[in-house]
């Protein structure tokens, strides 16, 4: 029984590691390639040399296309391990063919130094294994064309996928090549996180991952687990139970000053626009105010701190209403919608707040309170401790 036991163990981790990518995401994998080797072919078809040679496609560029379409955002499949990793590899495939005569030390050779170099380079990238071997295996192609087989078929190769890849992911919906943070972002601690970049980094060595998943990817795996998190601690309860109820409204003629007194008033974040009636119209952030005085600072040449001053100046008449500073698209949620659905709307760097609106008014919706993302974060901080760490 015990034996048993240790197989049906070991057979478990035999299992396939990845889940399944979904019927439109394998469609689109699929088509990418088949299309990319297409077009490949018919790029490299008349490059002088490769064809006299019978190596205008070779078999890694297959390899490397499925990488590219299939796991776009693999640190393998970036712009800079595939170029330079098969560009490496096909070198050292050259090198191997000038300097080494037996086959059976040629081809280990090649492919370990391909290895050393494209970890050294940072350019790792399965591929140019597969190019060291071709290359060492076929020395009669490698003396015809010597270090011209880095250029093409191999360089010229991976480029024309490189260049296929990016409009491709972007008509699909996807992001090719993978977006890298911002200088403020490279040395510092991600601002969605209590940890640093290279804590990171630190976490996918010991754990045997940085060849297999970036930096940033991690960092957005991580936010969005904890975004799913929060949503399950707010099920069950309503949007009723956070937002704010007292609320200071403006009306949709307001003058500009009329509106920037309130902000300074009661330091709001937002504020709700209504029409006569008192219907909801839209509402207008504080941001809404600043592009408002930079506007104005264009158009007079004047500086900022003096627009904004003569811009706001209790009294002035200018032309601009609270109906010209509002944004009606904000997204509304009703009374008894889920917390949880606050998320993500809230997560969104423009949506500092959301309208809560009841639909059973008599003259139609009717705006009864504002969740803003401190109404939110209140109310994580009441869930009692078990239900936030998931116990009964």
């Known amino acids: 029984m015990q034996i048993g036991e240790r197989v049906a163990g070991a057979l478990r981790h035999l299992r396939p590691a990845a889940s399944f990518a979904g019927g439109r995401e394998t469609l689109r994998a699929t088509l990418a390639v088949a299309l990319a080797l297409a077009l490949l072919e018919l790029l490299l078809r008349p490059v002088r040399g490769t064809g006299e040679a019978g190596l205008f496609l070779i078999p890694p560029l297959a390899a490397s296309s499925v990488i590219l379409f299939a796991v776009p955002n693999s640190p393998m499949a970036q712009p800079w391990p595939a170029l330079l990793g098969n560009c ?9 063919v000038l300097w080494i005569d037996d086959p059976a030390l040629r ?13 050294l380079a940072r350019a790792l990238h399965p591929p140019g294994g597969a190019v060291a071997v071709l290359g060492a295996l076929n020395p009669e192609i490698i003396q015809k064309l010597g270090f011209g087989f880095v250029l093409a078929p191999v360089g010229l190769g991976t480029l024309c996928l490189i260049l296929l890849a990016i409009p491709f992911a972007r008509l699909t919906g996807r992001y090719y090549p993978f977006r890298q943070p911002e200088a403020r972002q490279a040395k510092g601690a991600d601002d969605r996180l209590a940890v640093s970049r290279d804590e990171l980094a630190a976490l996918l ?20 687990t904890e975004r799913l998190a929060a949503q399950h601690q707010a099920e069950g309860i309503p949007v009723a139970e956070v937002m704010s109820r007292d609320l200071v409204t403006v009306r949709q003629d307001a ?9 300074r008033q009661h330091g709001f974040t ?6 006569d009636q008192g219907r909801y119209l839209g509402l207008i952030f504080q941001i809404h105010l600043i592009r408002s005085a930079e ?19 209790p009294g002035r008449e200018d032309g601009l209403r609270a109906a010209d500073l509002m944004d009606a698209s904000v997204p509304h949620l009703a009374p008894d919608a889920p917390a949880s659905a606050l998320m993500p709307l809230l997560a969104r760097g423009h949506c500092d707040a959301i309208p809560v609106l009841d639909d059973r008014g008599p003259d139609g919706p009717v705006l009864v309170g504002v969740v803003t993302r401190t109404d ?9 401790a078990s239900r936030a760490t998931g116990g009964s």
């Open 88 to 96: 490496l590899s096909a070198a050292v495939a050259v090198a191997s």
């Open 376 to 384: 939110l974060v209140s109310l994580l901080a009441r869930l009692p």
């Open 295 to 313: 506007d104005l600072a264009r158009a007079t040449q004047g500086g900022f701190v003096a627009a904004m001053a003569r811009r706001l100046a």
């Open 107 to 119: 081809v280990p050779v090649a492919a370990a130094s391909a290895l050393l170099l494209m970890h």
């Open 255 to 263: 003058r500009l000053s009329e509106v920037a007194g309130l902000f």
């Open 270 to 275: 937002s504020l709700p626009v209504l029409d």
């Open 205 to 224: 060595q010991e754990f045997r991952q940085s060849t297999n998943i970036g930096v940033e990817d991690l960092a957005r795996l991580i936010v969005a």
